[in-house]
């Protein structure tokens, strides 16, 4: 029989020869039970706790539905996968392709082996985090720091969790919190420094967010505490998102904060802190009032074409809102300084929908999808209201029973008890019945032409519809709208434009509109099989 090996190790502080020494384990298994090895398949210094960001297993799975091997080697069940969810599935996956998994502490894992284990290390990850979280509160009770680096600051070597003033990026820090005060803007700041060259945090370009940060999440360099001396920790719980193995920031309640008097990191004094919270808050909207929802139809999706940053209302004119790149108007550092009217790039989008959702064969396929809609609530309707009726048979004979009984002698409280149950039963049942039969819709000949004529005049209908309505419709078009890229071509020229997602397999823009001298010439781009278009805004 074929065999494979899988290896796997979990912390970066761990060296490659935990991979070396599954392996030769894993060899030995197999020249004792006589497989034969024909790959070998490792993920270095990466958590059991999915398989979405593993390479080597996604090779593997690859591989075994190939049926390229009969038989999967690992050290232990807990190097394959410690969740128990995915541990079930990849043991289900594997039998379906005729694969059995053999491992050292084991043998040949059946149903009970995949159970327990994938339940020991589900608890093993929450136990470990949990003693994880109790190590670093002791940190933070010490006094000392046991966040990521915070710029300002540098670690002490061989004094785990201490921090001192790097000075050199102390004094930016200082810089900044000035140049606040003197009524520069953060976007004018992170310009600054970077035209003198300062390196970022990150050793990156500064950016306006990097300066100001969440007023909701409290970060940024305005709003780091550790600059008066004082530690807070636990502000953010990060998590996996089971879909994409991805780790997801949350923030936890106020009161789970911690927080630790730290004197000797102070860089900014008490009088410069209060003075900048000031100008904050007196520059903020009202707290705690966050932005839930997009404000314009294409919010967050207009992208610039030479660095990919997205573009921010930058200024007015006689055509509205200007957008501008975010990269060039926070930083300075992106030469792409053309704006393009918001209001011309949703119009396009809308244009595309309307001109193309109310083709002949939508509204055919409008009518036909009503009518299968139709038969389908009719169908699931008569289904339930027979239920219905059977259960209301069967209460009222319940209720016959028990109204004899009571004639026939004296009524124990039990029995009148139950008999009450019952017609309240009966009652909500009936008007379960009731409410289950409304009248019946016919689809009137008109409603096609009602369609059609909703479609094509989509934007004014969106001008016309209160808040919420134009919100649900706003988010419904941008499902289709992935985002859409402006390119520009030089001075006075007209920019090219990209929409990017499902809008292109609706869209087919006329050429039209090619006459129109204040548009601009773009493509629309969907992926293979979507041939690019172009059309003038």
């Known amino acids: 029989m074929k065999a494979a090996i899988y290896a796997r190790f979990s912390s970066d502080k761990q060296t490659d020869r935990s991979i070396e020494d599954q392996v030769a384990l894993c060899r030995a298994i197999c020249e004792r039970e006589g497989l034969i090895v024909v790959a ?31 038989v999967l080697v690992a050290e232990a069940l807990d190097r394959i996968s410690r969740d128990q969810e995915d541990l079930a599935g990849i043991h289900k996956r594997l039998r379906f392709a005729g694969i059995e998994i053999r491992t050292a502490q084991d043998g040949i894992a059946g149903d009970i082996h995949i159970g327990v284990k994938g339940l020991l290390g589900s608890l093993y990850l ?28 540098r670690p002490i070597p061989g004094k785990r969790g201490e921090l001192e003033i790097d000075e050199a990026e102390a004094a930016t820090v200082r810089q900044i919190f000035a140049d606040y005060l003197d009524a520069r803007s953060p976007r004018d700041i992170a310009a600054a420094l970077n035209k003198k060259g300062v390196p970022g945090p990150r050793g990156g370009v500064w950016n306006a967010s990097t300066i100001a940060g969440s007023r909701k999440r409290l970060n940024g360099i305005l709003q780091n505490e550790l600059y008066v001396g004082r530690i807070v920790w636990n502000r953010q719980t990060f998590i996996k998102d089971p879909e994409t193995g991805k780790r997801i920031s949350r923030e936890n309640p106020r009161e789970q904060w911690m927080s630790a008097d730290a004197e000797h990191l102070r860089i900014i004094d008490a009088d410069t802190w209060v003075r900048v919270r000031k100008r904050r808050e007196d520059r903020g909207g009202p707290k705690g009032a966050y932005a839930t929802r997009p404000k314009h139809l294409l919010s967050g999706l207009v992208k610039c074409g030479c660095c990919g940053s997205g573009y921010i209302v930058g200024g007015n004119d006689k055509r509205g809102s200007l957008l501008v790149c975010t990269r060039m108007k926070e930083t300075g550092l992106c030469e792409n300084r053309r704006t393009v009217p918001r209001e011309k790039i949703e119009a396009l989008v809308l244009k595309g929908i309307e001109e193309n959702l109310a083709a002949p064969e939508l509204i055919a396929e409008y009518v036909r999808e009503y009518h299968r809609m139709s038969r389908e609530l009719h169908s699931s309707t008569a289904h339930r209201h027979r239920d219905l009726e059977k259960r ?13 009984v009571l004639l026939a002698e004296a009524p124990s409280r039990a029995l009148r008890d139950r008999l009450a149950a019952l017609e309240a039963e009966r ?31 989509l934007k004014r209908a969106l001008a016309e519809s209160d808040e919420d309505s134009r919100a649900a419709a706003h988010e419904a078009i941008r499902e289709i709208v992935e985002k859409v890229v402006i390119h520009p071509r030089g001075p006075y020229k007209p920019v090219e434009i990209e929409i990017y997602g499902q809008l292109a397999a609706l869209l087919r823009i006329s050429e039209r509109a090619a006459a129109d001298p204040l548009e601009s010439r773009g493509v629309l781009v969907a992926g293979i099989g979507f041939e690019p278009m172009t059309f003038r805004l």
């Not at 069967?394 to 209720?399: E, H, T």
């Open 40 to 70: 070998v398949y490792d993920d270095r210094a990466i958590s059991g706790a999915s398989t979405l960001n593993r390479l080597g297993w996604q090779r593997l799975m690859r591989d075994a539905k190939a049926g390229k091997f009969d």
């Open 126 to 153: 929450k136990d470990l985090a949990q003693k994880t979280r109790r190590g670093q509160a002791g940190v933070i009770r010490d006094g000392r720091h046991n966040g990521g680096r915070s710029y300002g600051y």
């Open 427 to 457: 009652d909500e049942i009936e008007a379960e019945i009731a409410a289950l039969a409304p009248p019946a819709v016919e689809f009137h000949p008109n409603a096609a032409n009602a369609y059609r004529d909703k479609v094509r005049h």
């Open 392 to 404: 209301l048979g069967n209460v009222n004979g319940a209720i016959s029973k028990a109204v004899d």
